[in-house]
């Protein structure tokens, strides 16, 4: 049964990406004005001038390719102060976000505003940007908004730029949290660092006994019963479906070709994903006996990464009726 003598485990989470993606026509130009330090709207079909730009006219939904230059002063029509910067945020003193609608520009920009002190700053206050030295083509090239209505020249000067117009940005997106287990997911990164594999089931009031999963989970997906009861399974199974990766992607830690297949552990009802090796990546089959290699001992941790793949055992094939049920 689920007994919990010890609390849940708790660890920091950190998820980070690359998002990419094309920009178009219209935003393409937006981006590459950005790059020579200045700064460009479009024109919508009632004649207000969007910055940044919109692709498509928020009222008609026609599409909208009319730029129009706009200036890099404008004034603050709403703001919020930011007392204390988190990790990743423009400025790593304390700023204002604010919403500010630049000279020649009809809808307002949300950025950032450097000021000392709240008291700095206002609803009507004047600003201009302030420019990184090496501008690359996105909206951070704008370092911040200083407080003021006139623009240095060195920062208002366009710099030529003999590169290709910019068609791609590339944003860092990153969230990082504090993840606590629940107590069948505890017990089963418990099990982990001790070599052991463990899965859980439900016991009906009448004794009989639901399907085993592995890993454990809180409840059956199926009949949204709780999984009371653990189970010890062992480190053998059979491959019930594969696929062979042959194409390499970022961030790739094994070259291809490799195989990534669902193995149904003894004793379990579910299959769950893992990599199979020490075989040609051809002869894997649906059906294949295989076995878990662990890493040395000392370098067990509460997780999945204890074992590195699974090989073949060397035993006959499973027959197709035992795991039929379980693709």
């Known amino acids: 049964m689920t007994d919990q003598p010890e609390p849940p485990l708790s660890a920091p989470l950190r998820l980070s990406f690359d998002y990419t993606r094309s920009v178009g026509p219209v935003l393409g130009q937006f981006f590459t004005a950005l790059r020579e330090r200045r700064i460009v ?73 450097a000021a000392d002190s709240p ?30 209505s006139e623009e240095p020249a060195a920062e208002s000067a366009a710099s030529a730029d003999d590169r290709d117009p910019v068609s791609m940005v590339i944003t860092p997106i990153q969230l ?19 070599g052991k ?24 997906p199926a009949t949204g019963r709780q999984l009371t009861d653990y189970v010890e399974l062992t480190d053998t199974g059979t491959i019930t479906t594969f696929a062979i990766i042959n194409i390499p992607f970022q961030g790739q830690k094994i070259k291809p070709p490799y ?27 649906m059906g294949m006996r ?5 890493k040395p001992r ?12 699974f090989r073949p055992t060397g035993e006959p ?3 197709y009726d035992t795991y039929k049920h379980h693709l």
């Open 41 to 113: 709207g479009v024109r919508g079909t009632d004649g207000r001038v969007y910055v940044p730009p919109a692709e498509y006219d928020p009222v008609s939904y026609e599409q909208l390719s009319e730029i129009v230059p706009v200036a890099a002063v404008g004034t603050v029509v709403s703001w919020s102060w930011q007392p204390a910067p988190l990790e990743g945020q423009p400025l790593d003193t304390p700023f204002a976000w604010a919403l500010i609608k630049l000279d020649g520009a009809d809808v307002p920009l949300l950025h950032v505003v």
């Open 119 to 148: 008291k700095a700053i206002s609803v009507g206050t004047r600003v201009h940007a302030h420019w990184v030295d090496e501008p690359v083509g996105a909206i951070t090239d704008i370092a911040y908004f200083a407080i003021g």
């Open 176 to 194: 990082e949290i504090e993840h606590s287990a629940s107590y069948p997911e505890t017990a089963y990164l418990r099990a982990l660092k001790e």
């Open 197 to 220: 594999l463990l899965g859980a089931r439900t016991t009906g009031p009448d004794g009989q006994k639901g399907k085993v999963y592995f890993p454990a989970r809180e409840a059956d």
């Open 259 to 285: 195989v990534a297949a669902y193995v149904l552990l003894d004793g379990a009802d579910i299959p769950f994903l893992t990599l199979v090796s020490e075989i040609d990546a051809h002869d894997v089959r």
């Open 290 to 294: 295989v076995q878990a290699v662990w």
């Open 298 to 309: 000392e370098e067990w941790t509460y997780g999945m990464e204890n074992i590195e793949y």
């Open 317 to 319: 094939d499973a027959e």
